[in-house]
């Protein structure tokens, strides 16, 4: 009984050490002229911030996590990957369209993928996708749960025979468009804590 009441206190004791630290580095994002992310990953939420303040939030429909555990600090976006990502076109300056307009090809919403992966810094991999909806996308569901239980157990082999942290998060999101906008406000270099 003892024994059960002092690995209690051990991990009350832990884990308030963690959120203290992850509430720390949080304030020292805060105060850098720049947008951060926080996934919770225990609320399901997703928060774009400036300064502290909430600029945008997504709901995690389900969340799912592998590997060891994310670091207390700063974490910063190394790579987005994506099956089909989106490509920018070359603009030609002078370049005018038969009626005599001038138009300006940028990247939008549609253009953003709804599917891909954030490389993290740290060997922290984050699988975004919308939640299933139509007959083709929920046998794709079959798919990702196919992946979710045979490949993060065989990276995390490969990883700890290198040596190496691994960390695999998968995050479906409620529609394609709350994926799109993650992806499009998500850039890389951009820092995150993941609590």
């Known amino acids: 009984m003892l024994s059960i009441s002092a690995n209690s206190l051990w991990s009350?004791?832990?884990?308030?050490?963690?959120?203290?630290?992850?509430l720390e580095a949080e304030l020292a994002l805060a105060q850098k002229p720049r947008t951060y992310f926080i996934f919770q990953v225990r609320d399901k939420k997703i928060s774009?911030?400036?300064?502290?303040?909430?600029?945008?939030?997504?709901?995690?429909?389900k969340v799912r996590y592998f590997g060891n555990s994310p670091p207390a600090e700063p974490i910063s976006l190394l790579?987005?990957?994506?099956?089909?990502?989106?490509k920018r076109k070359n603009i030609?300056?002078?370049?005018?369209?038969?009626?005599?307009?001038?138009?300006?090809?940028?990247l939008e919403l549609n253009d953003m993928p709804s599917v891909y992966t954030l490389s993290l810094k740290g060997g922290i991999y984050i699988f975004?996708?919308?939640?299933?909806?139509?007959?083709?996308?929920?046998?794709?569901?079959?798919?990702?749960?196919?992946?979710?239980?045979?490949?993060?157990?065989?990276?995390?082999?490969?990883?700890?025979i290198k040596k190496k942290p691994?960390?695999?998060?998968?995050?479906?999101?409620?529609?394609?468009?709350?994926?799109?906008?993650?992806?499009?406000?998500?850039l890389e270099g951009a820092e995150c804590l993941i609590f």
């Open 92 to 106: 030609k300056p002078g370049s005018v369209t038969e009626d005599g307009e001038f138009k300006l090809a940028t």
């Open 166 to 186: 691994l960390t695999t998060i998968e995050i479906v999101l409620k529609n394609k468009k709350d994926s799109k906008e993650l992806y499009w406000a998500f």
């Open 128 to 160: 975004i996708r919308p939640q299933s909806r139509r007959f083709f996308s929920r046998l794709l569901s079959v798919w990702h749960y196919f992946k979710w239980m045979t490949f993060p157990p065989l990276e995390k082999i490969w990883f700890s």
């Open 79 to 86: 790579k987005k990957s994506a099956l089909f990502p989106p």
């Open 48 to 61: 774009l911030k400036a300064r502290g303040i909430v600029l945008k939030e997504w709901e995690m429909k």
């Open 12 to 22: 009350e004791t832990t884990n308030s050490s963690i959120q203290t630290q992850l």
